[in-house]
C-alpha cells in the first residue's frame, strides 16, 4: 500500500469514527434525558427555597455539572450539522459501515442536526459564570435553567424524529473502506485534502457560529452589538459607580449611628446614676439628668437628620441605578431581537434547499426518510413559532428590576424613638442596651465593609450581565472571523468527496 493511500484511508477513517461517535453522544444523552431533566427540575425547586449563599451554592454545583454533559451533547450536534453528507452517500462504492448502519441513517441524522442547529445560539454562554452563587440573581438563575431545560426537550424530541435510535452502533467492529486500485494519484490527493478540510471545518468553530445563523445574515448581529455595546459597558460602568456610592452612604451613615447611640449611651448613664442618687444628694444629682437628658435629645436629632439623609441619598441613586439597568435593558432586547430571528426562522426556508432536496432524493428508503423528515420539519417549525411568540422580555423584566430601599427606613423609625423615649427616663435602662447593642453591630459592619442591600443587587446584576456581554462577544467576534473564509468552506462542505466514475473495489480492512 502506498503512503498516500495509506493516509487517505486513515484520515477517511477517522472522520467516519468521529462521525458515529458523535451520533452516539446524542443518542446517549437523548436516551438519558428524562434522568437529566428530572435533576435540573430539582435543583429549580431547591433554588428557590435557598435561603443563603452556601445552600445555593451546593445547589448550583450540581446544575453546573449537568449544564457540561449537556454541553457534550450541544457539541455533538453542532459538529454534526457541519459534517459533510457527501462521505455518506449510498452509491459510494468505499465506505462500508458496521452492521447495523446504512449512509442514509447518518445522512438523516446530519439533516436534522442542520434543522435544529439555530436553537443551539440559546445556548451560547459560559454558564459557570453565569449560574454564580448570588441569592440576588435566583428569580434570573432559575428562569434561564428552566429555558435551558424546555430547548433541550424540544431539540431532543425533534432528533429522535431523525430515527437514529433505529440502527445500532458498534464501535468495536471492523469498518471497510474500499480504495480502488485504479485510483490515480490525483484523486487519492484530491480525496485526502478534501477530507482533511472536512475535519478542520468540522472543529473550526468560528466557521460553525456562521453556520448556524442560516438565512439570516449574521452582519445584522454584528452591526447591532457594535453599534449599542460602548452604551451597555458604560451602563455596567455606571452601575458599579452607583453601588460604591451607596456603599459610601451607607458607611457614613453607620459611623454617624455609632457616633450617636454612643452618645445616647452616655446620655442614658448620666440620666440612670441622677436618679439612682436622688435620694441621696437631696436633688442635687438634677443636673446629670438634664445633661443626660440633652446628650439624648441631641442623639436622636442627629440620628433624624443623618437617617433623613441616607433615605434621599440612597432614593437619588436608586433612581440612576433603575435608569441606568432599562437603557441597559432595552441595548439587551435589541440584541436578543437579533438572536432570537436566527432561532425563529422558518425550517423550510433553512434546509429544503434544492442541493438537499436532490441528496435525499438519492436515497433507497424513500418512505423512511418521508415520515422521519416531513415529521422533523412539522415540530421544528411549530417549535420556532412558539419561540417566536416568547421573547426574552421576561428574563429582562427580572434582571432589570431595583428593588425598594427599606433599610434606611427601618433605622428612620429608630431614630425618632431615640428623642421620644427621654420622656421614659424609667425606660432607659432598656434603650441604653438597645443603644450599646446598635453600636455593637454598625461596628461589626463596618469593620466587615459590608455592602447594603440595594448594591449587593446591583453588583449581583451587573456580574450576569457582564457575562452576557462577554458571551455576546464572543459569538461576535467568532462571526467577524468566520465570515473571511464561510463561502469557501461552505463549498467544501457541499463538494462532492468521491470520484465521479464507479471503481471497482479493493478490501482495506481498518478497525476503528
Known sequence: MSELRE?????????????????????????????????????RTKMRKVTNQQELAAVLKDTLGGLEKLDCFLDAVEKLAVTSLHVFTVENLVLHLPEGIRPEHVQVVIFAARMICPL???????????????????????????????????????LKKSSFSDFCLKMNVKTLVDLDVDLSEDEMQRMLHHINQLKEIRDYQPFRMVFLFQEVSCSDFISEFNKRRPRMLQSLKDLEQFAVQLDRMNKGAKISSVAGSSVGAAGGVLCIVGLALMPVTAGLSLGLMIGGTTLGVTSGVNSVVTTTTEIAVNRTYQNKASKSFQSFMEDVQSIQDCL????????????????????????????????????????????????????????????????DIGQAVGKGALALSNTARKVYIGLNALFLGMDILIICKDSISLAK????????????????????????????????????????????????????????????????
Request: proline share 2%; hydrophobic share 40%; charged share 25%.
Open 7 to 43: 493516509n487517505l484511508q486513515r484520515a477517511l477513517c477517522q472522520y467516519i469514527k468521529d462521525t458515529l461517535s458523535h451520533i452516539d453522544t446524542v443518542r446517549g444523552f437523548c436516551e438519558s434525558l428524562s434522568t437529566w431533566t428530572d435533576a435540573r427540575k430539582t435543583e
Open 449 to 512: 465593609g459590608s455592602e447594603t442591600e440595594v448594591s449587593q443587587f446591583i453588583r449581583a446584576r451587573a456580574t450576569l450581565w457582564c457575562s452576557e456581554m462577554k458571551s455576546w462577544q464572543k459569538i461576535y467576534d467568532f462571526l467577524n472571523k468566520g465570515q473571511l473564509s464561510f463561502e469557501k468552506d461552505k463549498a467544501v462542505l457541499e463538494t462532492p468527496f468521491y470520484p465521479e466514475r464507479k471503481i471497482k473495489k479493493r478490501k482495506l480492512c481498518v478497525i476503528l
Open 340 to 403: 432570537e430571528e436566527v432561532s425563529t426562522q422558518p425550517a423550510v426556508n433553512i434546509q429544503l434547499k434544492a442541493e438537499y432536496v436532490k441528496v435525499l432524493m438519492t436515497l433507497k428508503t424513500s418512505v423512511f426518510v418521508g415520515l422521519g423528515i416531513n415529521s422533523l420539519i412539522t415540530d421544528v417549525s411549530a417549535f420556532k413559532a412558539v419561540q417566536k411568540a416568547k421573547t426574552l422580555r421576561n428574563i429582562s423584566r427580572v434582571s432589570s428590576e431595583i428593588p
Open 120 to 158: 443551539l445560539l440559546e445556548f451560547k454562554r459560559d454558564a459557570s459564570v453565569f449560574f454564580l452563587p448570588k441569592l440576588q440573581n435566583v428569580e434570573v438563575l432559575s428562569y434561564q435553567l428552566n429555558k435551558y431545560i424546555q430547548t433541550t426537550q424540544k431539540i431532543c424530541k425533534m
